[in-house]
Each structure stands twice: as structure tokens, then as C-alpha cells.
């Protein structure tokens, strides 16, 4: 059977959309591909590429430069790029026609009241005026090579950044007064939507960020030369404006595609989250999220179990047990999926049941460690007296009296499964974490609650079902 071509994208709206358009332009020219969109930061996106899990995604030439290839260089050709990217198994091709920089966003009212206009200028501002400027700034520009590093030491800024926000929700935040400066792109809609201006780069800091396909070295782009120079930065900020009005990412790309697609978004947002919820991806990502669930719940349970009987048989390894799983408990979720990403060197399933499973260990080695211990000592000393080995004890004594505690516990580790998992939609994982990362993205309610809710519902099911009737 022929293999899928894959297309990859970034967690924020324009590599959605970009990677919706070449998904339907591979369709449309017979090739079966899919698209696992938002998969996080640029570092995972490549990894995906590099071992096999996604073929080709739509990226940056500053992007290449600076974060993939670590180079100095602001403006290469083609044929440099791939030179450089070809010891990785990569190439380029398909300029698409577009330079989306990075930018520094602010009101336009605020700018003219300070007299802002380029970045230079906020340097330029006494210490105590520049260090009062609120500056939030997206996780991924914060720490770039590329980003805010490079600003900082280029234009010797004084600010320092204050709250870290996703892309989506900058705006919202900007345009309420929360913050005074946001890091943008320079092909956001929400840039003239919400009557801000951007920032000159006077010094140039950021190298051109012209949008191109990178894709596996042994991809064939035929299919997809014909969006070659298609898109400039007004159409590609309308495009976006579209996506964030809440027209789905495939009615946009379709739009773009077509010319003829219906545009109109005049339903209101309770008629779109139920529109939403009940879409055609519904039955799959239901499937997608209990599968991760179940198999991790049943991988924790088989392992957990175990543990905790150890721990109680065996006193002098019970502080090491039960602090080791505390221990893994504590690891903030996405760290432990990098860890994992870059230990098994994939995306998607596996990390992420990995992962769910980890979190899963304490309630039920917990559970069973202290149910035993509860198990009443008569009942014990009586079934040894009448010559039950120590086997029996467990099997037929003990794990029977303590089965309603660890039940329990399955019944927690299921429900933090649950929640979870929707963070596994960072690695490609699926589940209803992917409506709630794509509505981040894009700041839509409605699409984050379709995410949401029904994965609420789940956790509550779950909990239903497991936890033991009194």
C-alpha cells in the first residue's frame, strides 16, 4: 500500500493555514497525504522531519538560517541553503513569495504618544521609561537564537520581558492594555484589525524570513511547484484574518485554492461550538484521546500494581518506590515530553502514552501500598494460621480487601490522563488537545471549548466508571 505523504505544522495560524494549502494541493493532484498540524516549536517540527514522521512543512529562511543551521548569514540563495541542509537529509524549494518577519508590536496610540517608531527608539528612552514598558513575549521568540536575545544584545534594550503568552492570545492582551509590546509577525491580521503598528527594525536584527518549503531530501515537490510565488503578505494576512474569524483552516486553505469557496463566518459562536464539537473530526479524535488513555491507564495499573505491593513487602524499599514516583510526578508536563521526544527520537503515540503512563504511577502505587498496610493484621495472622503461604495471602487475602482503594487509584490516574492528554497534542499525539492547541493558536473560543469540554466529559465518565460504589 502506497505510504501517506505527511505534511508537518507549527503551533501558531500561518503554518496551519500554509499547511492545510499544501495538504489539499497534494490531494487535488492524486497524492493521499494528511496533516498533523501543531506540533509545537520549530526543534520539534524538525525532528518529526528528520526521522520520517512528517515529509515536508512550510518554515522561514531566517528560521533555517539561525535555529537549524545556527548561521550568521541574513539573505542566502536556494542552492546555499540546501548545500548547508544537506548533510541533515534536507533540502528546500517552493518559495512561496512572502517575507513574514519578525516584528515588535504595539498601539498605534501608545507608539505616537511615547514617539516610537523604530525599536531604536526604545532604546533611546530614559532607563526608568523603557524599564516601565510591559513586554510579553511568545515562548518560543523569548529563547530564539533569532529572537529576543539578539535584540537585546543589538539595540542594548533595558526591558525586561515580563509575561510569556502564546501568539494567539498576545494580541488580546496588547489591545486591552495588559502589555505595552508584543513580539509579532509582520503577516498577522490582527495587526491592522486592532490598529497597532510594528516596530522598525532600524538596525536590521532580523534576517529575511521568507516562507519556503523544507522537506526529507528525497521528497518529490513536483505537486506542489504550482503554489511557487503565490502568496504575498496582503494575501497571506487576509488568509490568516480568515482563520482567526473562525472559518476552519481547511475552508482557508480551500478559499485560497479555489477562489470560490463560501467565506462567510455569520453564525454565532454557540451554533459554531456545536458545529464545532460534532465536526468530522470528532469520532477520530475521541478515539485518538481514550486509546492514549486506556493503554497508558492499563501500562500504569500493570506497573503501578506491582510497585506497590514491593513496597509493602518490602520495607526497605519503600521510601526509594514511593519517592522515585513522587519524583517523576513533579516534572512539569512538557518537559517530560522533550525528554521523551529526544530520548525515543519520534513524535506522536509513543511519548505521549509514555508520558501519560509515568503521570499515572503514583495514585495507583499509592493506592495499593496503602491499602495493604490497612489490610487487618487478625485477618492475616488467622489465614496463616490455618496455612496459607505468603502468595495466597496476597492473591486470595489481601489484594481482594484492597481492591476498592486501588480501583481509586486507577480512577485519579485515569481522570490526570485524561487532562492530560490533551497536551499530547503538542507531539502530534492526537485527542481533543489538538482543537484546544489549534483554538490557542488562533484565539478561538469556540474551538478551544470543543476541545475542552468533551474532554472534561471523558475525565468525568472515567471517573464514574472506576471509582468503586460504596
Given amino acids: 500500500m502506497e505510504k501517506n505523504t505527511v505534511v508537518g505544522s507549527k503551533r501558531f495560524t500561518e503554518s496551519y493555514v500554509l499547511g492545510e494549502i499544501l495538504n489539499l494541493t497534494l490531494r487535488d493532484a492524486g497524492v493521499q497525504a494528511a496533516h498533523r498540524q501543531g506540533l509545537g516549536n520549530t526543534a520539534i517540527v524538525v525532528q518529526a522531519l528528520t526521522t520520517g514522521q512528517i515529509d515536508v512543512y512550510p518554515e522561514y529562511t531566517g528560521t533555517i538560517l539561525r535555529e537549524i543551521l545556527k548561521r550568521p548569514e541574513t539573505q542566502v540563495s536556494i542552492s546555499e541553503l540546501n548545500t548547508w541542509l544537506k548533510p541533515k537529509g534536507l533540502k528546500v524549494a517552493i518559495p512561496l513569495g512572502f517575507n513574514n518577519t519578525y516584528a515588535l508590536a504595539m498601539r498605534a496610540e501608545q507608539a505616537r504618544t511615547l514617539g516610537l517608531k523604530r525599536i531604536s527608539d526604545v532604546a533611546n528612552l530614559p ?48 489591545v486591552r492594555g495588559d502589555t505595552d509590546i508584543v513580539d509579532a509577525y509582520s503577516t498577522d491580521a490582527a495587526i491592522a484589525k486592532n490598529d497597532l503598528i510594528l516596530l522598525e527594525d532600524d538596525r536590521q536584527v532580523f534576517p529575511r524570513y521568507d516562507a519556503i518549503l523544507l522537506m526529507r531530501s528525497d521528497f518529490d515537490e513536483k505537486p506542489l511547484e504550482a503554489l511557487t510565488g503565490k502568496l504575498n503578505e496582503a494575501t497571506m494576512a487576509k488568509l490568516n484574518g480568515l482563520a482567526e474569524s473562525g472559518v476552519s483552516f481547511e475552508k482557508v486553505a480551500r478559499t485560497f485554492l479555489d477562489k470560490s469557496a463560501d467565506q462567510r463566518n455569520d453564525i454565532t459562536q454557540l451554533s459554531r461550538f456545536f458545529k464545532l464539537l460534532f465536526g468530522p473530526d470528532f469520532f477520530t479524535e475521541l478515539r485518538d484521546h481514550i486509546l492514549l488513555v486506556v493503554i497508558s491507564s492499563a501500562m500504569a495499573l500493570g506497573v503501578g500494581t506491582p510497585l506497590g505491593i ?28 522533550t525528554i521523551l521526544i529526544a530520548l525515543l527520537d519520534q513524535i506522536g503515540a509513543v511519548p505521549a502514552v509514555l508520558a501519560l503512563f509515568l503521570y499515572g504511577l503514583l495514585p495507583i502505587v499509592n493506592a495499593t501500598y496503602i491499602s495493604l498496610m490497612k489490610v487487618p493484621s487478625n485477618l492475616k495472622e488467622a489465614a496463616l494460621a490455618l ?8 492473591l486470595f487475602i489481601e489484594l481482594p480487601f484492597a481492591r476498592p482503594m486501588i480501583m481509586t487509584g486507577l480512577a485519579s490516574a485515569t481522570v490526570i490522563g485524561v487532562g492530560t492528554c490533551t497536551l499530547a497534542a503538542l507531539v502530534g499525539a492526537g485527542g481533543f488537545g489538538d482543537r484546544i492547541i489549534a483554538g490557542l493558536a488562533v484565539n478561538d473560543h469556540a474551538l478551544m471549548l470543543a476541545g475542552a469540554v468533551p474532554a472534561a466529559i471523558l475525565a468525568l465518565l472515567a471517573q464514574a466508571i472506576l471509582t468503586p460504589k460504596r
Fill in 387 to 394: 496455612g496459607c503461604k505468603q502468595w495466597q495471602l496476597l
Fill in 127 to 174: 532607563a526608568k521609561q523603557q524599564s516601565a514598558l510591559r513586554i510579553a513575549l511568545s515562548p518560543e521568540f523569548k529563547t530564539r537564537a533569532d529572537g529576543w536575545p539578539i535584540l537585546v544584545q543589538s539595540y542594548n534594550l533595558k526591558i525586561k520581558p515580563g509575561k510569556v503568552l502564546e501568539h494567539g492570545l498576545a494580541y488580546d492582551a496588547l
Fill in 310 to 337: 514491593l513496597a509493602y513487602r518490602q520495607p526497605r524499599s519503600t521510601t526509594w518506590i514511593l519517592g522515585a514516583i513522587g519524583i517523576l510526578q513533579t516534572i512539569p508536563s512538557l518537559a517530560l515530553l
